[in-house]
């Protein structure tokens, strides 16, 4: 039996988590499915899958070969689009993620655009403040902020953002400005539960790091909530630099204790194609790295 076809009908079954759901998503009947798995199983010497009277799970050997069968067949799509032409004009269907701010600020203006540009195409814009495995949920391209975990993913680095303090200029003018960590404890404070930020709030303090945790007097669930805190006066906040931009730039808030910030955070353009990858994934990663890297806010 073909090895691509054997390919295809794995990755269903382990995404459908069964014999049945894959069937019917692949137009085949069960026991063609189940003998696909079974031809390939016996071909490799390995057992691919865990199979119940409930449910069926990808073995620890299996998950690996699902990645790199994941891969192997984006390869294979790529390099029929260049034979056929499709690679001339990007079409089809993209999906994109990003934190939800991130993605608001700076991902929608590049995806707008390259709808504009390409009017065969369509693109899914999934904003999430976790970090989504693209590769069981289906996302082509992604941003990530912070470091990279080592992965089969290919990441293009455009450019980076802070964590900082802010407040706004009425708030330092009634309450001054503080010169140490240590001196938040004498400030009212504006704690966001969106993303990682937490309440242990540490700060490089020569070669130690000092680990500060902060009593907030407001504690909000979105980090929009936080800004418009800071900006009324009410206390500082902790965000990273890129979520206060546009606040930056209008005076609306300033920066505090610059000194002690940790370092920069990397923002990286991932997807799972390999450098010859098909004209749609290509082209919208060039258009959104040329947008983050030319962002003064990012660079």
Not at 32 to 43: C, N, S
Not at 63 to 71: C, G, I, Q, V
Not at 148 to 160: E, F
Not at 233 to 247: D, F, K, M, N, V
Request: glycine share 6%; proline share 6%; hydrophobic share 45%.
């Amino acid at each position: 039996m073909d090895r691509f076809h054997l390919l295809k009908v794995f990755i269903a079954v382990a995404e459908e988590q069964g014999f049945a759901a894959a069937a019917r998503r692949l137009n085949m009947s069960p026991p063609a499915v189940t003998r696909a798995i079974a031809g390939l199983e016996q071909q490799l010497n390995v057992k691919l899958l865990n199979r119940t009277t409930r449910f069926v799970r990808a073995t620890d050997v299996g998950l690996r070969y699902l990645d790199d069968a994941r891969r192997i067949l984006a390869d294979l799509s790529a390099v029929d689009e260049a034979v056929t032409g499709i690679n001339a004009e990007p079409q089809g269907h993209l999906a994109v993620t990003a934190p939800v701010m991130f993605g608001s600020l700076f991902v929608m203006p590049s995806i707008v655009r390259y709808l504009q540009l390409h009017p065969k195409m369509e693109v899914s814009a999934i904003f999430l403040d976790r970090v989504v495995n693209m590769l069981e949920e289906g996302i082509d391209v992604g941003v990530r902020i912070g470091q990279l975990p080592d992965s089969s993913m290919r990441a293009r680095r455009v450019g980076s953002v802070r964590l900082v303090l802010c407040a706004s200029p009425q708030y330092i003018q009634i309450h001054g400005l503080p010169q140490h960590p240590e001196e938040l404890h004498q400030h009212t404070i504006i704690a966001s539960k969106a993303g990682n930020n937490g309440l242990d709030w540490r700060f490089p303090d020569g070669k130690t790091i000092k680990s500060v945790k902060v009593k907030p007097r407001l504690t909000v669930t979105t980090n929009d909530a936080a800004i418009s805190s800071a900006i009324e006066g009410l206390g500082i906040t902790r965000l990273l630099s890129y979520q206060i931009a546009p606040q930056l730039a209008s005076g609306e808030v300033k920066i505090l204790l610059e000194d002690y910030e940790p370092e920069p955070r990397p923002v990286h353009i991932i997807h799972r194609e390999g450098p010859n990858g098909s004209a749609k994934v290509r082209s919208l990663v060039d258009l959104l790295a040329e947008q983050l890297m030319n962002d003064p806010a990012l660079n």
